[in-house]
């Protein structure tokens, strides 16, 4: 078994050749588009969010010792509200 120097991984991995990755650029009119600018910065937190009341709804359906069934009705559709909106 032959197990390559520190050197010889280097030069090796310098030796690949990268393609060029497709980049998107959002620009916004300040202060005109100050909520939109602020929807885009938020977005990652928007979705954690909606993941987020997602999965309680999922844990109220499936783990609640005594859910009542309008619980379970509303966080069923709460998730497909989820689902068709955010798509997640």
């Known amino acids: 078994m032959y197990v390559r120097q520190p050197e010889e991984i280097w ?3 310098c030796e ?3 393609t060029a990755v497709p980049k998107a650029t959002i620009q916004f009119d300040l202060p005109e588009e100050e909520r939109e ?5 938020n977005a990652g937190k928007l979705a954690s969010a909606c ?3 997602d999965q309680r709804c999922r844990s109220l359906i499936k783990w609640a ?3 009542s069934d309008d619980a379970v009705a509303l966080a069923e559709d709460i998730r497909q509200i989820l689902r ?3 798509d997640l």
């Open 11 to 13: 030069s090796a991995e």
């Open 51 to 53: 993941w987020d009341a």
């Open 84 to 86: 068709e909106v955010v």
């Open 65 to 67: 010792e005594t859910p």
């Open 16 to 18: 690949r050749t990268f």
């Open 37 to 41: 600018h602020r929807l885009c910065v």
